[in-house]
């Protein structure tokens, strides 16, 4: 049997924690950014590109980050195509987790976004605005996008 490596978790199709990993920071910034400026919501980063084959350890990821408030969660949701019985449970979550620690995110690359609730991270949200503010450069960050020296586009 394979181990369970960065390389077996690419070969399985399940990406999202190597990518939550890699990119927690802008994630967490993000995160502490929106729920400061517009109160509770979610975190979503549409990933360009097929996760499911990336080395990453070698290869470079492009990604979007946005945050969207609770006020506008039921419609995005919506057009996620999410079914209503879903959208009331993520909504309630909304109005639940811990902005101080905990962050909720939209995962998706071009296919069905997976919605995942991170609690008590070992970068809390403040903690990652704090540090990517600290190294504003190193990420360069660009409204609605996000990357690091390690991470760029072609």
Do not use: K
Not at 115 to 129: D, E, G, R, T
């Amino acid at each position: 049997m394979m181990p369970l490596t960065d390389l077996w978790q690419s070969h399985s199709g399940y990406w999202q924690p190597l990518f939550i990993r890699e990119n927690l920071l802008p994630l967490g910034h993000a995160a502490w950014a929106g729920y400061t400026t517009q109160g509770r919501g979610l975190v979503v980063c549409d990933v360009v590109g097929n996760c499911a084959t990336l080395d990453w350890r070698r290869d470079a990821v492009c990604y979007s980050l946005r945050f969207v408030p609770l006020v506008n969660a039921p419609a995005y949701l919506r057009l996620q195509g999410l079914p209503s019985d879903r959208i009331e449970r993520l909504i309630t979550a909304v109005q639940t987790y811990s902005p101080e620690r905990d962050l909720l995110l939209v995962l998706s690359s071009g296919g069905q976004p997976e919605v995942s609730w991170l609690q008590n991270l070992a970068i809390a949200p403040p903690a990652c605005y704090c540090q990517v503010c600290a190294r504003w450069e190193e990420f360069n960050v660009v409204p609605g996008v996000y990357s690091s020296e390690s991470i760029h586009c072609d």
